[in-house]
């Protein structure tokens, strides 16, 4: 079969990550793309032998695409996704899905409207262990789901950011950035349907004025619950806890420790400083792990406990404390890093599949992120809406 022919809707960091998955995987091909920066134009010309577009309208307007990646900033993705749509593209599109519950509806509308399949990712909740460990639930040897705990502690606040990266209405913070990733995994785990938020963010840096950190507590229908922390100004690296394994399933080396800090301090420029590190900036070094090399990708320590057991997914299995017998789940090294992406979005585009990361999914998972800003703001419970099981 042949390959499904993909154009790229953005050149910087989200399509960094997902580029060895591009490039690995023979499901897919690169076929064009489109970024406002005339070097990663330059770049994926020269890389892919293929056309690179000055206008997203352009981009889609192509014949020769078949989906759109669309990796554009935040505050782009509605308008983004319904131009693909409206050219007959399927499209992957990255977390958050939008900045706005009407934006995602208007996008899924758009989808439906033009017969074609929306996968909004990646999202950790692609993972494998977690996947396996949402097997594992669902086959009831252990009972039902009564209790999630998640937490990750980064210095994500301190990598260098664009101006709107640091402003929460445009985009920025951890709530569109990272809560995406860590609620969409518990919505998967603990059955979908949020019923209830209660939640506190914290913005302790007038330097860097949006949400850093957040703690909530998510209830479900059936009664289980979640509770859900993330700090991004991580001075703690809670990748200490998952055997010095990065959230891309890297090796760590401990030594980094306040790197990303040092850095910012050295450079006054801090849009410079992410642009020469994007595709085609003058410190882009593509990715040098060889296929197969990687654990699993992760988003922290995670602990499902249910009626029999404790799941506690890792970047190499999943250990299950058991009433009785303690137990070690080994899943194999990931031939291809975010292959589960490509499984999604190939069944969805060639063979008519419903995506398990759709746009009523992914709407939902937003949802319960702004009833988190609104909690913190109000101070007082959110009942989010449009929830749909997994």
Known sequence: MQPLRIGVVGLGRAFTLMLPTFVQDNRVKLVAA???????????????????????????????????YVASPHQFHADHVCMAAAHGKHVLVEKPMALSLAECTRMIDACQSAGVHMVVGHSHSFNTPIGRCREIIESGVYGAVRMITA????????????????????????????????????????????RSVRAHTGAWDAARPTEG????????EGGAFATVTYSGYGHFDSDEWMNNVGEMGQRKNPDDYGKARQRLAANQDETALKAA???????????????????????????????????QPSATGITLYADHQKSFVALP????????????????????????????????TTAVCLAMLESARTQAEQQPGYQVKP
């Open 151 to 194: 937490l990750n502690f980064t210095d994500f606040l301190y990598r260098p950011r664009r101006p709107e990266e640091l402003l929460t209405a445009a985009g920025g913070g951890v709530i569109h950035s990272q809560a995406a990733h860590q609620i969409d995994i518990v919505r998967l785990l603990g059955g979908g349907l949020v």
């Open 34 to 68: 489109t970024d406002p920066i005339a070097a990663a134009r330059q770049q994926f010309a020269a890389d892919f032998n293929a056309p690179a577009y000055d206008s997203v309208d352009a981009l889609c307007a192509d014949p020769t695409i078949e989906a759109v």
């Open 333 to 364: 090294a990931p031939a291809i890093p975010r292959a589960e992406v490509i499984d999604e979005l190939f069944a969805a585009a060639r063979h008519g599949q419903s995506p398990i990361h759709s746009g009523s999914w992914a709407r939902a």
């Open 277 to 311: 590190r994007n595709y085609g900036g003058s410190a882009y070094t593509p990715s040098q792990t060889p296929p197969g090399s990687q654990a699993h990708p992760h988003f922290g320590p995670l602990i499902i406990s249910c009626d029999k057991a404790d799941l």
């Open 213 to 220: 950190a957040y703690s909530a507590l998510l209830g479900f």
